[in-house]
């Protein structure tokens, strides 16, 4: 990434952007929300190197795989909560709609079962993800580049 990220911080009144990518190494996600204009910014950026039997994995599984871990890991934001979800790989816009779906898709599908989301297609050039996806080399680790706590009180 060659710019400043500048974060911004969370405003549960609007609509969550989630936008996720994979590449041979890792995975990604960025979760964003549109500011008064329209620009998106950055909440929270996360990325974790794939393991040794996630290398093995088709490239729509690596997709799928990316969408289900920034979903757990944005789990707090996008519980309950109608979200955007962004991703690159076409397969992914439509596969819910498969007649036949592998035991792993199908896996994988009753866990976005709880989630409310509407997914588009997002040229790989204009994915915020792709870079984050891509920042790995031999090394097995999960990259924070930063995270937002929340304090909430309940009444």
């Known amino acids: 990434m060659s710019e400043e990220i500048k974060r911004k911080q969370p405003d549960f009144n ?17 979760l964003s929300q549109a500011d008064d204009r329209g620009k ?15 290398l093995n994995y088709s490239t729509t599984d690596k997709e799928l795989q ?3 871990k920034g979903i757990e890991n944005y789990r707090h934001y996008l519980l309950g909560k109608e979200f955007i979800l962004r991703t690159d790989h076409k397969a992914l816009t439509y596969m819910w709609e498969s007649k ?27 994915n915020i993800a792709d870079g984050c996806s891509r920042i790995f080399r031999e090394e097995k680790k999960t990259l924070r580049l930063f995270t ?4 909430m009180s309940v009444k």
């Open 100 to 126: 036949n779906p592998t035991s792993r898709l199908l896996r994988w599908s009753m866990k976005l079962k709880e989630y409310k989301f509407k997914i588009e297609y997002v040229k790989g050039d204009d």
């Open 14 to 30: 609007k609509t969550f952007i989630l936008t996720t990518d994979a590449s041979n190494q890792g995975l990604a996600a960025v």
């Open 148 to 151: 937002t706590r929340l304090r």
């Open 40 to 54: 998106e910014e950055v909440i929270s950026l996360y990325s974790k190197c794939f393991d040794k039997c996630q």
């Open 66 to 68: 990316g969408v289900i």
